[in-house]
Each structure stands twice: as C-alpha cells, then as structure tokens.
C-alpha cells in the first residue's frame, strides 16, 4: 500500500498533546522549523493546547533579526520545563525562567546533544568530565537556572578513581525537524541547509521512545527520486512531513539569509569575496587582529558567537584563511565562519559533520585553538558568560570548547556598555570609558574554571583592545599594552583585582592599529 506522509499542519499538530517532551533541532535559526513552531503557537493562544510541554534545544533557538524564535514558547502554561543552552537569545522566554514561571536547566551544547544519543539507544544518561567545576557541576548550581527547579539532572559519580559529571537522559515525545526535500515516504534530504545539526539524532531518539517526527520542508518530491546518500533521515522515522507555505519568512537558511548556495555548500564563493580589509579599524577590530597572532599554520580552531568570530575574517583578509582549518562545534570545518546574523555558517566549507559529532571531535582533544568571548574574569582566571546582572544567559558549547581546547583566547572588550574609543595614527584612544568592568575581584558564576585550567597546564589567552593577559600558575599577568594606553589610568584603575605584571610588559604590535594587512606568516 503507498504511503503518503505529506500532512496538512493541523493534522500535524494533533501528534503533539499536553504534557509531551519535545525537541528541537537548530541553531538559531539554523535549521530552525518556524512554520510549525509559529502554527504550535497559534493553536496554543486560540485553545491554550498542548500545555505543559517540556522543551529540549541542543543549542540556541532564537533570532537577532525578528523572524521567529523559541520566544513563541513565552505564554503561561504553554511550557512546563525547558532543558537549554542558550536562554539569552530568546528574551521573552528568559524572563519565565528568570521569574521561576517555568523550570529551566542550561547545559553545556555538547552535553545536550550526545544526551539525544543516550535516549536514542535507551541509555540512562551521559558519563563525561565536560562541566565539571562550573555551575553545571551539581557541587555549584547543578545547571539549574531558578528556585523552581528542584530535579537533580546531574550527579558526581568516581569511576576508576576519577570524578565524572551524569547527566541524566529523558524520554523525547515529538522531535520537530527541518529539512530540504521529503519525498512521500517520509526521507528527507537537507541540500538547501547551511548545517546537518542533530536531525537524525533527535529523531532516533524519539522513535526509540515511542514518540512522533514532525519534519518541516520546502518541497517535495515523488517516491523513490531522491538520492539515497542524500537522505538525512530516513523515511521509517518520520511520522509527518509539513511543507511550509512561506519560505521567505519561515524556512530562511539563517537569520540573515533566505537562501545561498555558498553557505549550503553547494558551490564555491569566488576568491576575494568574503572578506575585504577595513579602512577604518574600530575596537572590535584590534581585538581580533591581536587574536590572530595566537594562530599558527595546520591549526584547528573554533570561533565561538561574539567578537571573536571576526577572527575568520582576520585570517581571511590575511590570507591565512587556507593555512589553518576553522571550524564550528555546530559541525562545520573549513572556510570563513560567519558573524551574525548568519552566525553558525560558513562560507566555502570543506565538510560538515552532525553537531553530536562535532562535539565527539572537541570533546578528544580535536582543537588547538579556541576564539572565546567573556563577560567577567576575576584574578582566579575564572571566566563567566553564563549568568551577570540577574539573568541567565547560559553559555552554548563555551563549556565543552574551554574545557577541552589545547589553547583558550579569550576576545573581550576590558570595559563594558558606554565604552566608545578610535584609532588613529596608531594608536588607541579612548573616548568614553565604559561602565561595566569585566575584570571584577570575583565572577558572579564560574563557566570557565581558571583554578582546573591552570592544574592541566591549558594555555590562556586574554585580549582587550587596551591590553593583553595570560593565565599563568599564580594567576591573571598582564603581558602587553596598547600604543596610547596609560597602564595606571587605563588599565589598573579599572580592575577589580590587581594583576601580576609581567617583567617583560610590552607595547602590542603596531602593525595591529594601521588599517590594511598585518602580515601574518610573512
């Protein structure tokens, strides 16, 4: 008997009922299936069904430019729990969680992914190091993000002497998914995507629980006309294919993108493209560029959301973009990494893997080089970006990169909201000082432990505009200086601690604050 999987939306929807776990596979909205997710919403409002759902998202489910996000969750009653990793990106929502509306988890990107595994092969949780000594570790917070959350998810467990975190594994009720292509039976193909993410990972899971696939897709295709490599997840999986009715507004490739084949790698941008050098260099600018002294030939590297990212474009302008190899832990190796709001993709990239997979690769020791963001170091070398002025923000794969990377370089401004400076004639001035420091006596809430970095020899990074620091075994050193900055007035009147001084304290490279190429490798 032919089997036809293609469904109206309603009829889709009628899968979903109160009280189911669901999941979510995207990166911002990577892959992000809006269609369903804004007619989930539009039935919720109108007959306030299903409710209580409980939400998985393996990584940030939101977008900076206003097409729809996990902010369509944000009604009472609709959700009861949300296991995350990105709370910040989706407002709204965050404000339920910050209020105790709903209860709420953040835990590192990784970790929700691989737990997909575990449910996929009836596991009952994840064993791994990844968040041991930050708020995950339930010594600290335990990943919980409010006094509504009671539930122990994670657990200290010794095995052969040593301490590893359990995370517990939950049954998933519904996976909602995007693809490319479905043809009648269900597979789906995902060329027009910028990432393969965790599509067929969420979906074993949910099958593996007894649960229903909901797959979003552009278009479909006859029964037996698609390649069968080319199928990402196997028709047997899938319960009900949705075709979107506005591409455009629902189905984009990311946030800032409708559509390109240069992200989806189906062709090759040409040289000379993608990234063009500045004519005039802003603060932002001179972090990356000194960032980028950090790189050596035949590194792998990751570039995490924030300024660092413009490290990729550093290298490209350079020409160093094919001497090293970026990747990003959403599964992407190779070409330049894009900021936002196309953050996640790149363009010219040489392969991709599934997101779990990705993390499989970090988790070994597969990156030489991380490009971090921070909110607060304190004289420890603790770093924190998951959790500052009263509300979580969670923290994506900062964890499982910081933790697992050979070398950390933390890109940050040295001052926060206010700060204003310009460049010229090689030097930096500084034209309002910002208000928020950042290097404070001590983090409101560890996500990168400085105390287990130091005791495994990690190599650590810190540039500002104004100045450069390293971790070092007795702390936070300041080993360089910017041409303009005065080390009293500027630097040290603006810590929350005081740190080492190194006894070879330099001026940083001038070449960094002369718009046009440094040089690098030369």
């Known amino acids: 008997m032919k089997i036809n999987k293609i469904m109206s939306i309603e009829a889709a929807l009628d899968l979903i009922k109160d009280g189911d776990t669901v999941a979510i596979s995207s990166a911002s909205m990577v892959g992000y299936p809006d269609y369903i997710v804004k007619c989930l919403e539009d039935r919720y409002i109108e007959t306030k ?24 969750f944000a009604h009472p009653g609709f959700l009861k729990r949300t296991v995350c990793t990105h709370p910040q990106v989706v407002p709204k929502l965050g404000k339920f969680i910050d209020s105790g509306e709903i209860e709420a988890y953040a835990f590192p990107q990784g970790v929700v992914n691989h737990l997909y595994r575990c449910s996929a092969a009836k596991q009952p949780g994840l064993l791994t190091k990844i968040g041991i000594g930050t708020y995950c570790d339930p010594r600290q917070d335990g990943g919980k993000l409010n006094s509504a959350t009671t539930e122990n998810l994670v657990e200290v467990m010794v095995v052969d002497g040593e301490e590893y975190l359990f995370y517990k594994s939950k049954p998933i009720d519904v996976a909602i998914l995007r693809g490319t292509t479905a043809d009648e039976r269900g597979n789906i193909t995902i060329e027009h995507e910028s990432l393969k993410l965790e599509i067929l990972e969420i979906a074993l899971a949910a099958k593996s629980s007894g649960g229903k696939v909901i797959v979003q897709a552009k278009r479909t295709a006859a029964e037996g006309s698609l390649n069968a490599k080319d199928v990402v997840v196997p028709g047997e999986l899938v319960d009900a294919v949705v075709v979107c009715e506005d591409v455009e507004q629902y189905h984009r490739q990311t946030a800032g993108t409708v559509y390109s084949p240069y992200m989806s790698g189906e062709l090759k941008c040409p040289a000379g493209a993608v990234s063009v050098p500045k004519e005039v260099l802003e ?3 001179i972090v990356c560029r000194r960032a980028v002294s950090e790189i050596y030939r035949d590194a792998v590297i990751n570039v995490g959301v924030g300024i660092g990212v413009g490290v990729g474009a550093v290298a490209d302008v350079e020409g160093i973009i094919n001497d090293v190899t970026f990747t990003l832990e959403l599964g992407v190796f190779g070409g330049t990494p894009q900021a936002m709001p196309d953050f996640g ?9 599934s997101h779990p997979s990705m993390f499989d690769y970090y988790h070994s020791g597969g990156l030489d080089i991380a490009f971090l963001g921070a909110a607060q170091i304190d004289a420890e070398g603790n770093v924190n970006v998951s959790r500052f002025g009263g509300r979580a923000a969670g923290q994506g794969g900062f964890i499982d990169i910081s933790q697992t990377a050979k070398k950390v370089v933390f890109c940050t401004y040295f001052k926060a909201k206010g700060f204003e400076s310009s460049i010229s004639d090689g030097k930096l001035n500084i034209t309002n000082e910002g208000k928020v420091p950042k290097f404070v006596e001590k983090v409101d809430q560890i996500t990168f432990c400085g105390k287990r ?13 104004r100045c450069v620091f390293e971790l070092v075994e007795q702390g936070v050193m300041l080993t360089e200086i910017a041409p303009g900055i005065d080390l009293e007035k500027d630097i040290l009147a603006n810590m929350g601690f005081k740190p080492i001084i190194s006894k070879a304290l330099k001026v940083m490279d001038q070449r960094i604050f002369i718009p046009g190429r440094m040089g690098c490798f030369d």
């Open 49 to 72: 069904h299903p409710a209580a759902l409980t939400l998985y998202a393996g990584c940030g489910h939101g977008n900076p430019v206003g097409y729809g996000a996990d902010d369509r």
């Open 283 to 285: 603060a932002d600018d």
């Open 345 to 353: 993709a790149a363009i010219n990239a040489t392969s991709y893997l």
């Open 453 to 465: 970095s130091r005791a495994k020899g990690q190599e650590v990074v810190i540039c500002t505009e």
